[in-house]
Each structure stands twice: as C-alpha cells, then as structure tokens.
C-alpha cells in the first residue's frame, strides 16, 4: 500500500505540472475565454481561472490508477461512484461561473439540487456522535438538511478563503492529508487523497504568490464538495467523530471568517454573498504585510490546527473539550495581537457604527438597482453618465472622474472642501473606464457612537450617515462602482456599439463646474 500511496502523489503531482502550463497557454491565445476581474478582485490584470480544471484532469487520473491497480479499495467504498460524480458537478456549477457570471443565488440553487441529489443518492450523514463515551444518536428526517447544510457550507468555505494567492490550496493541501490518515483507518479514498495532495503540491508551484493561474470558482467547489462527501463517506465506517470534526479543526480561521462576514454584512445592510475585501488575509495585506508573508503566516497557523485534527483522528472523544479550548486560546491570542480584531471585542461600538450604516446602504442599493436599469433605456452613453453623477451626488460624494478611451467626464461641487479622500477604481481592466471618487475629510470630531457627523456642525452634505467616514465612503464608492459595471454591461448589451466615449468632447469635461461657479473638475486632494 506505501507503493500505491507514492504512486498517487506522483501522479498527481505531475498531472497538475504538465496541464497548468497547457491551460496558461490556451488562456494567452483565446483571452476571450476569461472572465473579466470583478471590483473585489485585488489584481488589475486578467489572471486565467482555470486552476480546477487541471485539478479535475488529476483527479481522473488517479483514480483511474486506483481502479487497474487498487480495485479492492473501489470495491471497499460504497456509493464512490456517486461521491465522483457529485465532486464533478460541483466543479461544473463552479466552472460556468468562472467562464460568465452565474450570480449568488444561481450558484447556491445549483450547489443545493446537487448536495440533494447526492443525498437522495444515500450519501448522507445519518448519525451525529457524542463525545464522552456517550455514543451517537440518529438523526431520521434531519439527515437531508443536514447533508445538504454540510456539503454546501464546505463548498463555499473554501471558495470563501480562496481570496489570496497560494490560501486555498494550501489549506486544502492540509486537508487532504487529514482526509488521507482518516482514510487509512477506513479504507476510503485513501490513495485518491493522496493523489489530490500531490495535485494541489503541483498547483501551488503556480499558484503561490505571484500567481500565474487561479483555482476559480470551479476549483473551489470542487475541492469543498471532496473534502465534504470524503468525510460522510468516511463517517459511514465508524468514525464518525474523526471524519466530520477533524476537518472542522484546520478551518477554524475560515469558519471564524466566514461567521465575520456574514455578520459584518448583515449589520451593514449588505447582501450576505457579495464579496468583499475585508476577510482576515484582506486585512492584513491592507497592514502593510506583503501577499507571500500573509500566506505563510496563515498556513502556519492552520498547520497547527492540522495537528489539533490529526489529535482528534488518533484520541477519543473525551479530549474533545481540550482541543477546542486549545483552537480557542490561540484564535484570542491571534485576535489580540491585530489592531483590527481589537475592534470586535467593542461589541457596542461595532453594533453602533454598522447599524448607522444600513439605512445608507438601503439607499445606495436602491440607487444602484436604478442605474442599472437605466443602462438598458438611454441610447445615449452621456446620459447614462448623468444619471451616474445624480446617483454620486445623491450618497454625498462631491466629486467624480471617469478616464474611458482616452476621453474624461468629470463633475465636482462647487466649494473648497479641504483635503480629500480619494478611491479609484479600475472596472474590468479598463474596459468600462477608471473612476476616482472624492469626499472632503470631516473637519469636526467625527461622533464615534452615532457614525453621523457633529450635529453643531455646518455640514453641507447630504447623507445622514457621514460620507467622510473611512468605512462609509469605502462602502459606498464599491457600491458605486459596481453600479456603473452593471449599468455599462447592460447598455452595450442593449444598444450592441463600443462602450467609449466621444473623444471629440473631452474638451467639455469641465462645464458641468465651470456653469456651477468651479474652478476645476477634480481638485488636488489626500488619498484615503
């Protein structure tokens, strides 16, 4: 069985070494295949999303190899045929995205039919066990929404943690090797582990920062929806304790984050699947920590939850309490250390400041279902930037800039506000154009508490919820921007000519200021 195992990983490895390189090169000669980067997306250029198809290529391979030399291992693991092929739609779901947005909501459905699928199926988790020698006990009707509650969570917390170069394959690396050791006690894809290990090895020779390809959605679900049907699988042989809790150990963090995030938007008014740029890695990049020390620092934290799940694979169930007390201390000691989790622990404060937020959220949602909708009724692209500027002036900006084509439109209000912030903003590499977005720093105290402005002020802008704020006007001009993509995408799609300015007016790009009494379009401001 050592034999097989180096085999695996082998195979595997030089699977992923051989295709990547294939797919990078099919990338450079159709770009058209690519999906544009979205406003969240931190790089600017195009990076190909095709990490999972190699993953998908090793994947087969491997089994293939396991069924000519280990078919007594197929033939061990019931409904393996079944946990394929659900792992493979998955990755289809996933994949469809990475070639033309899906949306939440589509992606989710389709996620939900097929975790129900496979469950119908008779994969499914049927017992929950109890520590301290208590036993397990059936869950009977349950079972389905559990399943379905489990495979889907997995799936998307890997998608969620794959936000930096080199994060998510290698946590799932890690996770590999923990499903590897539970299969060995089992019996259950024990070598395909092996031989998925080896694979994300190769992949993250390319995927470690900088990365020169990307697991996309498609990698992502289809390494979740594994390592969820693996440890079912593995749960049906008696371990129920190791296989469904082991892997919930080593993603500790990203169970942690994922909690932050729901919960962070959920308070501010935004819907729970959009992305953001403000999970844990996000956080401390924004730090000054390069890409490369977020990524080792990570794994190296989550290596030692591996060997907090490696304890609860090899340890009964009595040392339960110990290991999660053990993930605990060291999530507050991380906690502690980061000016930025500090925050958390103001409960009243962060209450307080995301609450004030949700009105202006709802607002500024609304105006960006507006625009949208606008983009399909002008023919006109200067009236669509019109209406951009009403939505802009609306949320308290005072100024905004759009570079297309070699062509600007800009707008300011009239008056000397001060210092500035400053967000930019390239939509779909340039393809709809750069925005700058400016809001004047608050010159009086600004009320922690209430997230408004002094009241004693004079304050000239019009949101209630002060636009000057770091955190509001960080959300706001994302929300912004992502209105005029939606918008820009529908317009070409309605009217079918070039997205571009007129070149011939750039000359007018300050009439707007100059009619209002401004002397510039975009005067001289900080960033922030």
């Known amino acids: 069985m050592g034999t097989l195992v180096v085999i695996s990983i082998v195979l595997g490895f030089v699977t992923t070494l051989w295709m990547i390189p294939r797919l990078l090169r099919v990338c450079v000669a159709r770009p058209w295949l690519q999906r544009s980067t979205d406003c969240h997306h931190g790089q600017q250029e195009a990076i190909p999303r095709w990490g999972g198809l190699a993953l998908v290529v090793a994947f087969i391979v491997v089994e ?31 994949f469809c995205d990475d070639l033309r947005p899906l949306g939440a ?32 006990f059936p869950l009977g009707g349950w079972a389905i929404l559990v399943t379905i509650f489990w495979l889907v969570g997995m799936t998307n917390l890997i998608n969620l943690i794959d936000g930096m170069d080199g994060l998510a394959g290698g946590i799932c690396l890690m996770l590999m090797v923990l499903i590897a050791v539970v299969g060995h006690h089992c019996g259950n894809f024990e070598l395909l582990a092996c031989g998925m290990a080896g694979a994300l090895a190769g992949f993250l020779r390319f995927n470690f920062p900088p990365a020169r390809i990307y697991l996309g959605d498609g990698g992502a679900y289809f390494l979740g929806s594994q390592i969820g049907l693996f440890s079912i699988v593995n749960s049906h042989k008696g371990a129920i304790f190791a296989s469904l809790v082991a892997p919930l150990f080593v993603l500790a963090l990203p169970i942690v984050d994922a ?7 959920g308070l501010r008014g935004l819907p729970i699947f959009r992305p953001d740029r403000k999970h844990i890695h996000h956080r401390l990049s924004s730090m000054g ?56 622990f103001a409960v009243g404060q962060v209450l307080a400041n995301s609450l004030g937020m949700r009105r202006q959220t709802q607002y500024a949602l609304c105006l960006k279902q507006w625009l949208e909708l606008e983009g399909g009724r002008h023919k006109a692209l200067e009236n669509l930037w019109s209406d951009f500027v009403f939505a802009a002036r609306r949320l308290g900006f005072v100024a905004v800039r759009l570079r297309l084509n070699e062509a600007e439109r800009a707008w300011q209000q009239p008056g000397n506000f001060g210092p500035m912030r400053l967000a930019r ?15 004047p720093v608050c010159p009086k105290e600004f009320s922690r508490r209430e997230n408004t402005c002094d009241p004693n002020s004079k304050c000239e802008l019009l949101s209630k919820c ?35 300015l007129d ?3 750039a000359s007018r790009q300050t009439v707007d200021c100059v009619e209002a009494g401004g002397e510039e379009c975009i005067g001289k401001g900080e960033t922030g």
């Open 289 to 344: 920590f390069s890409g490369r020390q977020v990524v080792v620092w990570i794994h190296a934290l989550t290596l030692g939850f591996l060997l907090v799940g490696l304890a609860a694979v090899w340890s009964p169930g009595d040392w339960l309490p110990v290991m999660v007390g053990t993930v605990t201390i060291i999530l507050l000691i991380c906690a502690g250390v980061f000016p930025f989790s500090r925050r958390w």
């Open 425 to 439: 903003y390239e939509m779909q590499n340039g393809r709809f154009g750069i925005l700058e977005f400016q809001v």
């Open 259 to 265: 909690a932050l995030a729901v919960l962070r938007r």
């Open 503 to 505: 070149g011939s007016e």
């Open 466 to 500: 002060c636009p000057s704020d770091p955190r509001v006007f960080e959300t706001m001009s994302e929300l912004l921007a992502e209105s005029w993509t939606k918008a820009a995408v529908r317009w070409r799609k309605c009217n079918k000519v070039p997205f571009k």
């Open 105 to 136: 909501k589509r992606k989710l459905l389709g996620q939900i039919v097929i975790a129900a699928v496979v469950c119908w199926c008779g994969i499914k988790i049927e017992f929950v066990s109890i520590p301290f020698g208590i036993g397990s």
């Open 64 to 94: 293939t190899f396991v069924s000519l030399f280990a078919p007594e291992e197929r033939a061990h693991t019931p409904g393996r045929n079944i946990v394929l092929a659900g792992a493979l739609a998955m990755f289809g779901v996933g």
